[in-house]
């Protein structure tokens, strides 16, 4: 909530955030711990006297990365969005950054306006360990069969109930979210010539708590040959958690991006993200 006592008509800003989640306890704000949304409320206080708590489109786990965290608080002073994307990113720390701005209508919701997510999961299974990118990969020490993978990942894709890629002790109401792609592939890592890394990005309208890393985590299990493609099938249609792989560590995770609804239709640089 903004102060009582600031003096001008109240004003909704939009950022798109991205940062490097190693070093937070996640989005949301926790007492006595470093979150994203709190040390931007911070900045925002050292730069408008305002006490906000910005409200953002995805809640990211602790150690979990974004490139497109969309972002959105009310502010009473008459700043224009330029003015607070430099006076903010001079004002964050170095791990988390403000890519752009706008002034948005003052009942936009991240969470309902972003209609479409994409997220990246990294996964390191050359013979040696990531060293430049450590922070932002799971290492696998076996490599792993990407193609298996992806035929797998084809049973998950369209409308389902994604009870068993959840983690149980989620209150939400509905599990049916749409998938519109997953692609399995490899890529070579930054430091390094050879195909060292698979990538698992997932497209959707949605996540459950925990989803992307529970599909991530249960495709290397088909990775690595201990379960076969139609086991991801299965785990599907048995809507239980404990019909899936394991939870992948969340520092090979990161929201890549997001994708809001054209209608009303926002500010173009909110539409756009890097990647």
């Not at 700043?79 to 890519?99: E, M, Q, R």
């Not at 490599?143 to 990942?153: F, P, S, T, V």
């Not at 708590?209 to 040959?225: D, F, H, K, P, Q």
Request: hydrophobic share 40%.
């Amino acid at each position: 909530m903004i102060e009582v006592g600031a003096s001008s008509s109240i004003r909704s800003m939009c950022l798109r955030l991205a940062y490097d989640g190693t070093r937070f306890s996640g989005w949301q704000a926790q007492p006595s711990r470093r979150t994203v949304q709190g040390v931007l409320a911070e900045a925002i206080y050292e730069i408008s006297g305002e006490t906000v708590l910005p409200r953002g489109c995805s809640r990211t786990d602790a150690g979990v990365h974004a490139l497109s965290q969309i972002v959105t608080f009310s502010t009473r002073r008459g700043f224009p969005p330029d003015v607070w994307v430099k006076a903010l990113n001079a004002k964050l720390p170095s791990d988390v950054t403000v890519i752009n701005g706008a002034e948005v209508a003052e009942d936009f919701s991240p969470m309902r306006a972003a209609v479409r997510k994409t997220y990246r999961y990294r996964i390191h299974d050359a013979p040696w360990r990531p060293v430049l990118q450590r922070s932002f990969v799971w290492r696998w020490k076996k490599r792993l069969n990407e193609k298996l993978m992806q035929k797998a990942a084809s049973f998950l894709v369209g409308e389902n109930d994604f009870t068993s890629f959840e983690t149980t002790s989620s209150t939400r109401r509905s599990k049916v979210r749409t998938i519109y792609r997953i692609d399995v592939v490899r890529k070579p890592a930054e430091d390094a010539f050879l195909d060292s890394e698979v990538w698992i990005e997932v497209e959707g309208n949605g996540f459950l708590y925990n989803m992307v890393r529970i599909i991530a985590g249960s495709l290397v299990m088909i990775g690595c040959e201990k379960r076969q493609p139609d086991w991801m099938r299965e785990a599907l249609v048995a809507r239980h958690r404990s019909a899936t792989g394991p939870t992948a560590p969340p520092h090979g995770l990161i929201l890549l991006t997001v994708e809001l609804d054209p209608e009303p239709p926002w500010p173009v640089c909110l539409h756009k993200s890097v990647t």
